[in-house]
């Protein structure tokens, strides 16, 4: 539906971690920095608790990028 990705972030607050599940465009998906789950297409967020503060400055950075 003209959507470039969805996405679905987890967070345990005890951790302060974060997981992270990306379906989409393969290119933002590859341009996640942070760790993935062995065998999954899921990222491991350590330290990111802040969909609006740390999540998505990161993936508008992604999306510029790819802008060009």
Do not use: C
């Amino acid at each position: 539906h003209g959507l470039h990705f969805a996405a679905l972030m987890v967070t345990d607050v005890k951790t302060q971690d974060s997981l992270l599940m990306v379906r989409g465009a393969r290119a933002v998906a590859e341009a996640i920095s942070y760790p993935m789950v062995d065998g999954t297409e899921i990222w491991r967020l350590n330290g990111v608790v802040s969909r609006k503060k740390q999540l998505l400055p990161f993936l508008s950075g992604i999306l510029r990028e790819q802008e060009g």
